[in-house]
């Protein structure tokens, strides 16, 4: 059975890795993102989580980020604060199509619950029909688009 944990520093390469996977992808990773600094921001947070299966290696990892660039965009319904950014949402190329996406979204949204937040956002690559579709089964709406970091995004959020 697969189970969700905090990462810690000793994930840190075993994500490096999975995410390396993912490059040049329909998400637009790079070799400078997410990067090492990248999982460092998110576990100096204690704001990344990982997803083992039953032979402890990891398939899946999820973020809660903290950009203020994406908080001060304008799409957000403000009946929803606070609210909080996930990103970074990452499945094992073997293991997609499994339903791990949405078991570590939900793993989140009860998290955020717990903290007393009313919705979620993400900012998801223009163009990249998979999460798009994904992401609105599970009950995200479109709610803007914007251009950041140099790459243009749709935005979506979800009350939880």
């Not at 994930?11 to 990773?29: C, F, H, S, V």
């Not at 339903?99 to 955020?112: N, S, T, Y």
């Amino acid at each position: 059975m697969n189970r969700i944990y905090k990462a810690k520093r000793e994930d840190k390469q075993e994500i490096l890795n999975l995410y390396r996977t993912m490059l040049y992808g329909p998400a637009d990773w790079s070799e400078d993102y997410p990067n090492e600094k990248t999982i460092e921001f998110d576990l100096s947070r204690n704001a990344l989580f990982i997803m083992k299966n039953t032979e402890g290696q990891i398939i899946a990892a999820i973020s809660i980020d903290a950009d203020e660039e994406v908080e001060k965009l304008a799409c957000w319904n403000k009946k929803l604060f606070p609210s909080a950014e996930v990103s970074r949402l990452c499945v094992r190329e073997d293991m997609q199509n499994c339903g791990l996406a949405k078991e570590m979204m939900h793993f989140v949204f009860d998290l955020l619950k717990k903290e007393g937040k009313k919705g979620v956002h993400i900012l998801v690559k223009t163009g990249h029909k998979i999460a798009l579709a994904s992401y609105r089964a599970i009950g995200f709406e479109t709610v803007g688009e914007c251009n950041l970091f140099g790459k243009d995004f749709v935005c979506m959020e979800k009350k939880i």
